[in-house]
């Protein structure tokens, strides 16, 4: 079996959608009513979003990560990250490269490539 989706409590689901849909390709909007959003990516990647209270102190090793392209491709999203005053978490460069951000909600996301 293959990870199907991820499921997240959001403040604000179109500042979410448009946060995923902007670095992770998480555009297109397969299901929408009044509780839920599912955004997928043309991978087939799934991110459901609802709106509510979001959890606060979550552990750092609480996070979701998605594969970029190569290590040039996560050292240019750590870029677009930096220029567009995404907050950093963690960032390695030797072995994986990895980059991990807060989303809108303080969620850790991760980009890396091999």
């Known amino acids: 079996m293959r990870l199907d989706h991820v499921a997240l409590t959001v403040a604000d689901r179109e500042a979410s959608a448009a946060f995923y849909g902007r670095y992770f390709g998480l555009e297109q909007r397969v299901h929408e009513d009044d509780h839920l959003l599912i955004l997928a990516g043309a991978d087939g990647s799934l991110l459901a979003l609802s709106e509510g209270e979001v959890p606060q102190d979550l552990p750092r090793t609480h996070h979701f990560g998605f594969q970029a392209s190569g290590a040039k491709a996560g050292v240019a999203l ?27 909600d303080g969620y850790r996301v991760e980009a890396y490539a091999f």
């Open 78 to 104: 750590r870029a677009q990250f930096a220029q567009d005053d995404v907050a950093e978490a963690e960032f390695q460069e030797h072995g994986p490269t990895r980059v991990q951000v807060f989303d809108p």
